[in-house]
């Protein structure tokens, strides 16, 4: 199934850490083909993205996460993860992993993990 499924979010208090796993069940060629984007919608916001790791390994990230987020790859078990440190109250939101599919321009969507931050 090429619809990635992500793992990790829960409760954690301000200046702690998460990890993040977004995983697609597809093959290790046609993974290599995807990129990666973790995206996060807060409540009563739009969603906007927060990083990005294609599958050339261009990396990217939004400037509110920059130095406290890191995207990395795991092409052995088709994961992705996003490695949150530092968190503040303003990174609650629903996170969610789109993968597109390089070959066919074809994009997919997970269903979202709740990262909520407070004391």
């Known amino acids: 199934q090429v619809q990635p499924v992500e793992s990790g979010g829960g409760l954690v208090q301000p200046g702690g850490s998460l990890r993040l796993s977004c995983t697609c069940a597809?093959?290790?060629?046609?993974?290599?083909?995807?990129?990666i984007r973790w995206y996060r919608q807060p409540p009563g916001k739009d969603r906007e993205l927060v990083a990005t790791?294609?599958?050339?390994?261009?990396?990217n990230y939004a400037d509110s996460v920059k130095g406290r987020f890191t995207i990395s790859r795991d092409t052995a078990v088709n994961t992705v993860y996003l490695q949150m440190n530092s968190l503040k109250p303003e990174d609650t939101a629903v996170y969610y992993c789109?993968?597109?599919?390089?070959?066919?321009?074809?994009?997919?969507w997970g269903q979202g993990t709740q990262v909520t931050v407070s004391s």
């Open positions: 789109n993968a597109n599919d390089r070959s066919t321009g074809r994009a997919y």
């Open positions: 597809v093959s290790r060629s046609m993974f290599s083909l995807y990129d």
């Open positions: 790791k294609t599958s050339s390994g261009y990396t």
